[in-house]
């Protein structure tokens, strides 16, 4: 019988030891990012842009928001060479460098008050670069931690990326808690507000020192030692995984999902020109337990993966969560606190993570070790560039005002969640490929026998490791 050496993947350290990583690192970078849509949604309709129209202020700070997603198709071509040809842990760390220093520069930024329209120019280049650095994240993590991981548990394993995303979401959305709660709102508007993006500093260098340990992966080393890799990655993809990669940014549009939880949600339920009254500090506990539940989701998802594929469980979680949403926004239209609680942990927390826990072994089993973090990176990037647009548009056809806002916003996210499940039912299924075939023509998955046998031997192993 196959060895997990020859099928591809490792055990032991090196599997934990990147995972580790790729959950620390995401989460850290993924905190720099989401205080920015906390703030957007929250606070800098007031800070940046003209008050005499809330209106007005609302769509342009959720705007700035979408801006941030401009910038990633770039990076992701930029950045997804790189980690194609540097390898995935310097992608990483120029990343980790990218977020850090411009998440802090927002915190330190004049308001509209002090130095007019400049406040909100220096906010958009800002968020670009912020835009340009996350895009590498997901795809050269992702590809780190599936590359190390042994064969059989590689939606396990790369699931963790996902678990560590949610953890900085729940980071993003506490360290405001206690500041819109405890501060008064002059001084939260005045310099509260500012602290959670100066912490980055310490998100900085928690960062570095993490992600300097890690190992390169051995496919990685392998394509390298050997000449296999490509003077231009995105090329190769382009050529050889066109298909692939649109199937990514159609699936890619399941984005729409945390973008109607926390974003438009947020601006609907506590910007006072929408009339529904939630408090600030109240609205931050509904993505807390949302994500908290999705923390502990996520690897069980990404376990049955393992067992039954990557499609079904993407599939009935984007139909599944596509129809919540109505319900999400109906339950904060009619003011009940607890009904949108309780919405937004089936949504978001739950039936959501049957997509979100598992892309990140889904999208790189489409690829081939030489262009895998481009060709996730710009499939992946470009689809959430078109839902991270949505926020203004949200608040374009439904604004301040207008009746049937559950409706609007709900048929239009179910619709786009549609897209999305067709286009990974569309998709190759790859659990059972060994990871050298991953991306290649006429790849053929090893037998359910065979594999049911590798994982057990692949479980057996870490269970062994731990005792």
Known sequence: METNASVGGGHGSQARKATASGWIGSALEYYDFFIYAQAAALIFPQLFFPSGNPKIAIVASLATYGVGYVARPIGALVLGHWGDTHGRKNVLLVCMFLMGLSTMAVGLLPTYQHIGFLAPVLLVVLRLIQGFAVAGEISGASSMILEHAPFGRRGYYASFTLQGVQAGQILAAAVFLPLAYYMDDASFNSW??????????????????????????????????????????????????????????????????????????????????????????????????GNIVAVLVIPYVGNLSDRIGRRLPIIVGALGAGLLSFAYLYAISIRNVPLAMVMSILMWGVIYQGYNAIFPSFYPELFPTRSRVSAMAIGQNIGTTITALLPALFAYVAPPGSHNVPLTIGAITFAITIIAAVAAWSARENFRVKL???????????????????RAQSLAAGKKAIA
């Open 436 to 454: 050298s075939d991953l991306g290649e023509p006429g790849a053929v998955p090893i037998d359910k026998l065979s594999y049911e046998a590798l």
């Open 192 to 289: 509260g507000w500012r602290i959670p993006f100066l912490l980055s500093s310490v998100v900085l260098i928690a960062g570095y020192i993490i992600r300097r340990e890690v190992e390169e992966t051995p496919a990685f080393a392998k394509e390298d030692a050997s000449g296999g890799v490509p003077r231009s990655p995105i090329v190769e993809a382009f050529k050889y995984n066109w298909g692939d990669m649109v199937r990514v940014v159609l699936c890619s549009l399941m984005n729409v999902i945390p973008v109607v939880a926390t974003i438009f949600g947020a601006a609907y339920a506590v910007q006072a020109s929408y009339g529904i009254g939630f408090s600030k500090s109240l609205y931050l506990w509904i993505p807390v337990v």
